[in-house]
């Protein structure tokens, strides 16, 4: 708890500064932790949880550890473990292929509609993931399918040699 207030202090003070552009979002911590933790964390004012590996995923919503709340997956995530999270996760964050969704996904009920977010590559980087710039309107199309719920797009920008250079 004492670590949880602590995490919220550093997160609102971060905020202020970024209040005009942030228009009064909520912050959101996202930490991984064992099924044992993730429990008694959820008692505490921590929003979301998320999850970089689909095994802990599976285990953790499987042992309802979240008690409700969203877990996110924040991870790479590979066509052959698609059908693991589709469903588990509240929103998958790293979706970079319109294979994900075309070619490895099983028939889904159709109540269920898996929301994303699109992982852009912006800097083509070859150590980074993300879809490419001749890639994202294809997979944006894609994600237009009944199934899937486009909710954002993330990127990491890339490396710049000048801390003062502000890139885009």
Known sequence: AEAV?????TMAAAAKPQ??????APLRRLKTR??????????????????????????????N???????HF???LQTNK??????????????????????????RPVWLVQDILVEINIGEEASKSGVDADSLFPLLGAARQGDIR???LMASRPPIADDTETPL
């Open 74 to 76: 924040i991870g790479h």
């Open 82 to 107: 698609v059908n693991k999270v589709v469903g588990r996760a509240a929103l998958i964050q790293s979706v970079d292929s319109t294979r994900l969704w075309i070619r490895s996904m099983p028939p």
């Open 65 to 71: 550890a979240y008690n409700g709340k969203p877990g």
């Open 34 to 63: 064992t099924v044992e933790e993730v429990r008694y964390s959820a008692d505490l004012p921590i929003d979301l949880f998320g999850e970089n590996h689909v095994q802990e995923l599976v285990e953790k919503t499987d042992a």
């Open 150 to 152: 486009l909710r954002g």
């Open 5 to 9: 207030a602590k995490i919220r202090e």
């Open 19 to 24: 209040a005009a552009t942030r228009q009064g």
